[in-house]
Protein backbone atom coordinates (compact mmCIF):
# COMPACT_ATOMS: atom_id res chain seq x y z
CA UNK A 1 0.00 0.00 0.00
CA UNK A 2 1.19 3.57 -0.99
CA UNK A 3 2.28 5.55 1.55
CA UNK A 4 3.77 8.50 0.99
CA UNK A 5 2.12 10.21 -2.33
CA UNK A 6 4.47 11.37 -5.15
CA UNK A 7 5.08 15.15 -5.57
CA UNK A 8 3.02 15.40 -8.88
CA UNK A 9 -0.49 14.46 -6.99
CA UNK A 10 0.66 16.87 -4.14
CA UNK A 11 0.94 19.31 -6.72
CA UNK A 12 -2.03 18.61 -7.95
CA UNK A 13 -3.84 18.71 -4.47
CA UNK A 14 -2.76 22.28 -4.15
CA UNK A 15 -3.93 22.99 -7.76
CA UNK A 16 -7.30 21.44 -6.73
CA UNK A 17 -7.83 23.81 -3.62
CA UNK A 18 -7.14 26.47 -4.69
CA UNK A 19 -9.95 26.59 -7.02
CA UNK A 20 -11.98 27.17 -4.01
CA UNK A 21 -12.27 30.56 -2.07
CA UNK A 22 -9.90 30.09 1.79
CA UNK A 23 -12.85 29.47 3.72
CA UNK A 24 -14.42 26.90 1.70
CA UNK A 25 -11.48 24.79 1.15
CA UNK A 26 -13.73 21.85 2.07
CA UNK A 27 -15.16 21.84 -1.02
CA UNK A 28 -12.56 20.21 -2.84
CA UNK A 29 -12.46 16.89 -0.96
CA UNK A 30 -14.39 15.31 -3.71
CA UNK A 31 -12.02 16.14 -6.50
CA UNK A 32 -9.56 14.95 -4.22
CA UNK A 33 -10.83 11.53 -3.28
CA UNK A 34 -10.47 11.08 -7.54
CA UNK A 35 -6.86 12.62 -7.17
CA UNK A 36 -5.44 9.86 -4.68
CA UNK A 37 -7.79 7.18 -6.28
CA UNK A 38 -6.04 8.06 -9.25
CA UNK A 39 -2.31 7.10 -8.01
CA UNK A 40 -3.38 4.00 -5.74
CA UNK A 41 -6.61 2.38 -7.99
CA UNK A 42 -8.32 3.10 -5.10
CA UNK A 43 -9.06 5.20 -2.02
CA UNK A 44 -6.61 3.46 0.78
CA UNK A 45 -6.97 4.23 4.41
CA UNK A 46 -3.50 6.49 3.32
CA UNK A 47 -5.66 8.19 0.78
CA UNK A 48 -8.38 9.52 3.41
CA UNK A 49 -5.78 10.49 5.50
CA UNK A 50 -3.57 12.36 2.80
CA UNK A 51 -6.98 14.16 1.96
CA UNK A 52 -7.90 15.02 5.81
CA UNK A 53 -4.56 16.51 6.48
CA UNK A 54 -4.21 18.89 3.23
CA UNK A 55 -8.00 20.09 4.21
CA UNK A 56 -7.82 20.82 7.67
CA UNK A 57 -10.45 17.96 8.45
CA UNK A 58 -10.40 14.85 10.52
CA UNK A 59 -10.12 11.17 9.15
CA UNK A 60 -14.06 10.42 9.85
CA UNK A 61 -14.95 13.48 7.71
CA UNK A 62 -12.87 12.08 4.81
CA UNK A 63 -14.41 8.53 5.34
CA UNK A 64 -17.73 9.92 5.60
CA UNK A 65 -17.72 11.16 2.10
CA UNK A 66 -15.41 8.25 0.82
CA UNK A 67 -17.89 5.65 1.67
CA UNK A 68 -20.90 7.05 0.29
CA UNK A 69 -20.20 7.82 -3.22
CA UNK A 70 -19.69 4.53 -5.16
CA UNK A 71 -17.21 5.64 -7.69
CA UNK A 72 -14.79 5.98 -4.40
CA UNK A 73 -13.52 2.30 -4.55
CA UNK A 74 -12.43 1.16 -0.78
CA UNK A 75 -10.02 -1.58 -2.19
CA UNK A 76 -7.94 -2.57 -5.00
CA UNK A 77 -9.61 -2.43 -8.12
CA UNK A 78 -8.62 -3.29 -11.71
CA UNK A 79 -7.50 -1.72 -14.31
CA UNK A 80 -10.99 -1.40 -16.37
CA UNK A 81 -14.17 -1.36 -13.71
CA UNK A 82 -16.67 -3.53 -16.12
CA UNK A 83 -20.26 -2.38 -15.26
CA UNK A 84 -23.39 -3.44 -16.09
CA UNK A 85 -26.58 -2.58 -15.92
CA UNK A 86 -29.11 -5.10 -14.05
CA UNK A 87 -32.14 -2.40 -13.41
CA UNK A 88 -35.33 -3.16 -14.99
CA UNK A 89 -34.72 -1.90 -18.56
CA UNK A 90 -31.44 -3.23 -19.25
CA UNK A 91 -32.90 -6.81 -17.33
CA UNK A 92 -36.34 -7.31 -19.23
CA UNK A 93 -33.24 -6.85 -22.97
CA UNK A 94 -30.79 -9.39 -21.57
CA UNK A 95 -28.88 -7.06 -19.03
CA UNK A 96 -28.85 -10.30 -16.61
CA UNK A 97 -27.49 -12.95 -18.91
CA UNK A 98 -24.45 -10.62 -20.01
CA UNK A 99 -23.73 -10.31 -16.36
CA UNK A 100 -23.94 -13.91 -15.60
CA UNK A 101 -22.17 -14.75 -18.34
CA UNK A 102 -19.01 -12.49 -17.42
CA UNK A 103 -19.20 -13.55 -14.10
CA UNK A 104 -18.91 -17.44 -15.09
CA UNK A 105 -16.18 -16.46 -17.72
CA UNK A 106 -13.95 -14.42 -15.72
CA UNK A 107 -14.26 -16.32 -12.65
CA UNK A 108 -15.66 -13.27 -10.52
CA UNK A 109 -18.68 -11.98 -8.79
CA UNK A 110 -19.93 -7.98 -7.61
CA UNK A 111 -16.72 -5.90 -7.21
CA UNK A 112 -14.42 -8.62 -7.52
CA UNK A 113 -11.62 -8.52 -9.59
CA UNK A 114 -9.54 -11.13 -11.84
CA UNK A 115 -6.20 -12.49 -10.90
CA UNK A 116 -4.37 -11.09 -13.65
CA UNK A 117 -5.70 -7.27 -11.90
CA UNK A 118 -6.82 -6.40 -15.34
CA UNK A 119 -10.88 -6.21 -14.77
CA UNK A 120 -13.28 -5.55 -11.96
CA UNK A 121 -16.94 -6.76 -12.06
CA UNK A 122 -19.64 -5.33 -10.94
CA UNK A 123 -23.36 -5.05 -11.98
CA UNK A 124 -25.20 -1.65 -11.79
CA UNK A 125 -28.51 -0.44 -10.89
CA UNK A 126 -28.93 2.07 -13.79
CA UNK A 127 -26.61 3.83 -16.06
CA UNK A 128 -29.25 6.25 -17.25
CA UNK A 129 -29.12 5.02 -20.99
CA UNK A 130 -32.00 3.17 -20.99
CA UNK A 131 -32.94 3.95 -24.58
CA UNK A 132 -29.56 1.82 -25.75
CA UNK A 133 -29.95 -1.08 -23.37
CA UNK A 134 -28.96 -3.18 -22.26
CA UNK A 135 -25.87 -1.30 -21.66
CA UNK A 136 -22.29 -1.58 -19.80
CA UNK A 137 -19.90 0.58 -19.10
CA UNK A 138 -15.97 0.34 -19.25
CA UNK A 139 -14.85 2.87 -16.29
CA UNK A 140 -17.36 4.36 -17.20
CA UNK A 141 -17.57 4.56 -20.95
CA UNK A 142 -20.87 2.97 -22.87
CA UNK A 143 -21.04 -0.19 -24.75
CA UNK A 144 -24.69 -0.16 -26.02
CA UNK A 145 -26.79 -2.93 -27.10
CA UNK A 146 -24.35 -5.78 -25.81
CA UNK A 147 -25.70 -9.06 -25.59
CA UNK A 148 -23.47 -12.06 -23.81
CA UNK A 149 -21.36 -12.37 -26.97
CA UNK A 150 -20.35 -9.11 -27.53
CA UNK A 151 -19.67 -8.18 -23.96
CA UNK A 152 -17.45 -10.94 -23.46
CA UNK A 153 -15.28 -9.98 -26.63
CA UNK A 154 -15.35 -6.50 -25.11
CA UNK A 155 -13.24 -8.04 -22.04
CA UNK A 156 -11.15 -10.18 -23.67
CA UNK A 157 -9.78 -7.35 -25.94
CA UNK A 158 -9.18 -5.23 -22.53
CA UNK A 159 -7.38 -8.38 -21.10
CA UNK A 160 -5.14 -8.92 -23.86
CA UNK A 161 -3.77 -5.32 -23.92
CA UNK A 162 -6.33 -3.99 -26.33
CA UNK A 163 -8.69 -1.20 -25.98
CA UNK A 164 -11.86 -1.34 -27.89
CA UNK A 165 -13.66 1.53 -28.64
CA UNK A 166 -16.83 2.81 -26.92
CA UNK A 167 -19.60 3.20 -28.21
CA UNK A 168 -20.01 6.86 -27.76
CA UNK A 169 -17.80 9.08 -25.91
CA UNK A 170 -13.62 9.11 -26.12
CA UNK A 171 -11.49 6.38 -26.56
CA UNK A 172 -10.94 4.19 -23.25
CA UNK A 173 -8.60 4.85 -20.46
CA UNK A 174 -7.63 3.30 -17.38
CA UNK A 175 -9.38 3.52 -14.18
CA UNK A 176 -6.41 5.40 -12.69
CA UNK A 177 -6.49 7.14 -16.16
CA UNK A 178 -9.92 8.18 -15.48
CA UNK A 179 -9.81 8.92 -11.66
CA UNK A 180 -7.35 12.19 -13.00
CA UNK A 181 -9.85 13.51 -15.16
CA UNK A 182 -12.44 13.33 -12.74
CA UNK A 183 -10.16 15.18 -10.22
CA UNK A 184 -10.12 18.12 -13.14
CA UNK A 185 -7.37 17.50 -15.07
CA UNK A 186 -7.20 17.17 -18.81
CA UNK A 187 -6.62 13.91 -20.45
CA UNK A 188 -3.40 14.48 -21.95
CA UNK A 189 -3.07 11.37 -24.27
CA UNK A 190 -2.32 12.25 -28.00
CA UNK A 191 -6.20 12.27 -29.55
CA UNK A 192 -7.83 11.29 -27.17
CA UNK A 193 -10.91 13.25 -26.85
CA UNK A 194 -11.00 12.83 -30.65
CA UNK A 195 -12.72 9.64 -31.05
CA UNK A 196 -16.29 8.49 -30.78
CA UNK A 197 -19.23 9.71 -31.28
CA UNK A 198 -22.85 10.24 -30.55
CA UNK A 199 -25.64 7.61 -30.13
CA UNK A 200 -28.59 7.44 -32.54
CA UNK A 201 -31.36 7.77 -30.42
CA UNK A 202 -29.44 10.99 -29.24
CA UNK A 203 -28.77 12.33 -33.11
CA UNK A 204 -32.71 11.38 -33.82
CA UNK A 205 -33.53 14.44 -31.78
CA UNK A 206 -31.52 17.09 -33.43
CA UNK A 207 -32.94 15.64 -36.72
CA UNK A 208 -36.31 16.19 -35.67
CA UNK A 209 -35.21 19.69 -34.38
CA UNK A 210 -33.78 20.48 -37.82
CA UNK A 211 -36.47 18.99 -39.82
CA UNK A 212 -38.96 21.43 -37.93
CA UNK A 213 -37.14 24.18 -37.89
CA UNK A 214 -36.95 24.85 -33.62
CA UNK A 215 -33.53 25.85 -32.48
CA UNK A 216 -32.66 27.86 -29.54
CA UNK A 217 -33.20 32.08 -30.69
CA UNK A 218 -30.20 33.98 -31.36
CA UNK A 219 -28.06 30.93 -31.10
CA UNK A 220 -24.85 30.62 -33.13
CA UNK A 221 -22.99 27.66 -33.39
CA UNK A 222 -19.82 29.35 -34.47
CA UNK A 223 -19.55 31.30 -31.25
CA UNK A 224 -16.03 30.88 -30.19
CA UNK A 225 -15.51 29.52 -26.06
CA UNK A 226 -13.83 31.86 -24.46
CA UNK A 227 -10.60 31.23 -22.40
CA UNK A 228 -10.53 31.62 -18.65
CA UNK A 229 -8.46 34.13 -18.93
CA UNK A 230 -10.54 35.89 -21.55
CA UNK A 231 -14.03 35.38 -19.22
CA UNK A 232 -11.75 36.45 -16.49
CA UNK A 233 -11.29 39.55 -18.29
CA UNK A 234 -14.33 40.57 -19.55
CA UNK A 235 -15.99 39.59 -16.10
CA UNK A 236 -13.35 42.31 -14.34
CA UNK A 237 -14.42 45.41 -17.14
CA UNK A 238 -18.37 44.15 -16.78
CA UNK A 239 -17.29 44.66 -12.66
CA UNK A 240 -15.56 48.42 -13.36
CA UNK A 241 -18.43 49.43 -15.67
CA UNK A 242 -21.22 49.00 -12.99
CA UNK A 243 -18.96 50.28 -9.92
CA UNK A 244 -18.41 53.43 -12.45
CA UNK A 245 -21.90 53.99 -13.24
CA UNK A 246 -22.87 53.29 -9.67
CA UNK A 247 -20.47 56.11 -8.24
CA UNK A 248 -21.68 58.61 -10.54
CA UNK A 249 -23.88 61.12 -9.29
CA UNK A 250 -27.31 60.72 -10.40
CA UNK A 251 -29.16 63.84 -12.12
CA UNK A 252 -31.40 66.15 -10.14
CA UNK A 253 -35.07 65.70 -10.63
CA UNK A 254 -36.90 68.21 -12.78
CA UNK A 255 -39.60 70.48 -10.72
CA UNK A 256 -42.57 69.35 -11.54
CA UNK A 257 -45.18 71.98 -13.41
CA UNK A 258 -48.36 72.83 -11.42
CA UNK A 259 -51.01 71.51 -13.67
CA UNK A 260 -54.87 73.13 -13.99
CA UNK A 261 -57.04 71.24 -11.34
CA UNK A 262 -58.72 68.50 -13.65
CA UNK A 263 -62.44 67.70 -13.07
CA UNK A 264 -63.49 65.27 -10.76
CA UNK A 265 -64.57 61.95 -12.34
CA UNK A 266 -66.09 59.63 -10.87
CA UNK A 267 -63.70 56.22 -9.55
CA UNK A 268 -63.69 52.64 -11.46
CA UNK A 269 -64.99 50.19 -9.12
CA UNK A 270 -61.84 48.06 -8.50
CA UNK A 271 -61.73 44.86 -10.60
CA UNK A 272 -60.81 42.08 -8.29
CA UNK A 273 -59.59 41.87 -4.72
CA UNK A 274 -56.48 43.38 -3.21
CA UNK A 275 -56.48 41.31 -0.28
CA UNK A 276 -54.01 39.28 0.46
CA UNK A 277 -54.38 35.40 -0.53
CA UNK A 278 -55.57 33.13 2.32
CA UNK A 279 -55.26 29.64 2.73
CA UNK A 280 -57.82 28.08 3.19
CA UNK A 281 -58.52 26.02 6.34
CA UNK A 282 -58.32 22.79 5.37
CA UNK A 283 -55.02 23.58 3.00
CA UNK A 284 -53.02 20.20 4.59
CA UNK A 285 -50.08 18.48 2.66
CA UNK A 286 -51.19 15.22 0.85
CA UNK A 287 -49.42 13.35 3.69
CA UNK A 288 -51.42 14.98 6.54
CA UNK A 289 -54.81 14.62 4.50
CA UNK A 290 -54.03 11.03 4.33
CA UNK A 291 -53.73 10.53 7.89
CA UNK A 292 -56.39 12.50 8.50
CA UNK A 293 -58.55 10.58 6.13
CA UNK A 294 -57.56 6.91 7.83
CA UNK A 295 -57.53 8.52 11.26
CA UNK A 296 -58.95 10.89 12.40
CA UNK A 297 -58.96 12.41 15.71
CA UNK A 298 -60.89 15.37 17.48
CA UNK A 299 -58.22 18.27 15.87
CA UNK A 300 -58.95 17.13 12.80
CA UNK A 301 -60.71 20.49 12.00
CA UNK A 302 -62.37 19.71 8.65
CA UNK A 303 -63.22 16.03 7.43
CA UNK A 304 -60.72 15.06 4.09
CA UNK A 305 -62.74 12.55 2.65
CA UNK A 306 -66.16 11.88 1.80
CA UNK A 307 -68.01 9.86 4.45
CA UNK A 308 -65.08 11.21 6.81
CA UNK A 309 -66.83 12.99 10.02
CA UNK A 310 -64.76 15.28 13.05
CA UNK A 311 -64.73 13.01 16.52
CA UNK A 312 -66.22 14.72 18.92
CA UNK A 313 -65.80 14.33 22.58
CA UNK A 314 -68.40 11.81 23.64
CA UNK A 315 -68.46 8.03 25.13
CA UNK A 316 -66.21 5.34 23.53
CA UNK A 317 -68.58 2.58 21.54
CA UNK A 318 -68.96 -0.34 23.59
CA UNK A 319 -67.68 -3.59 22.56
CA UNK A 320 -70.51 -5.04 21.45
CA UNK A 321 -71.18 -2.08 18.89
CA UNK A 322 -67.55 -2.27 17.57
CA UNK A 323 -68.33 -6.24 16.77
CA UNK A 324 -71.22 -5.45 14.86
CA UNK A 325 -69.30 -2.97 12.80
CA UNK A 326 -66.35 -5.22 12.65
CA UNK A 327 -68.89 -8.02 11.31
CA UNK A 328 -70.16 -6.05 8.66
CA UNK A 329 -67.09 -4.77 7.28
CA UNK A 330 -66.31 -8.22 6.81
CA UNK A 331 -69.25 -9.41 5.09
CA UNK A 332 -68.97 -6.77 2.98
CA UNK A 333 -65.47 -7.73 2.09
CA UNK A 334 -64.31 -10.79 0.11
CA UNK A 335 -61.76 -12.94 2.48
CA UNK A 336 -58.44 -12.64 1.14
CA UNK A 337 -56.21 -15.07 -0.50
CA UNK A 338 -55.57 -17.41 2.28
CA UNK A 339 -59.68 -17.59 3.29
CA UNK A 340 -59.32 -16.42 6.16
CA UNK A 341 -61.26 -12.42 6.34
CA UNK A 342 -59.98 -9.76 7.97
CA UNK A 343 -60.51 -9.61 11.76
CA UNK A 344 -62.27 -12.51 12.68
CA UNK A 345 -61.29 -12.66 15.95
CA UNK A 346 -62.58 -9.78 18.61
CA UNK A 347 -60.27 -10.35 20.81
CA UNK A 348 -57.70 -7.65 20.16
CA UNK A 349 -60.33 -5.05 19.26
CA UNK A 350 -62.27 -5.52 23.12
CA UNK A 351 -58.76 -5.76 24.57
CA UNK A 352 -58.46 -1.95 23.17
CA UNK A 353 -61.13 -0.68 23.71
CA UNK A 354 -60.95 -1.72 27.78
CA UNK A 355 -57.37 -0.12 27.46
CA UNK A 356 -59.22 2.99 26.34
CA UNK A 357 -61.69 3.24 28.67
CA UNK A 358 -59.51 3.11 31.62
Not at 89 to 118: F, I, P, R, S, W
Amino acid sequence: MTTTFTEQTRERAREIIARYPADRSRSALLPLLHLVQSEEGYVSPAGVEFCADVLGLNKAQVGAVATFYTMYKRKPTGDYLVSVCTNTMCNVLGGQEVYDTLAEHLGVGHDETTADGKVTLEHAECLAACDYGPVMTVNYDFFDGVDPQSALGVVEELRSGGRPMPTRGARLCTLKEMAVQLAGFADEREGAVADGGPGEPSLRGLRLAEQNGISVPGFDPNTPIRSKAEADKAAAEAKAKAEAAKAQPAPAAATPTPAAPAAATPTAPATGSTAPDVKAPDHKSPQVRAAETRQPDAHTAVPDAPGTKVPVDSSAPTPRDAQKAEAAGTAANAPAGDGKPAGDSADAQERSLKEAQK
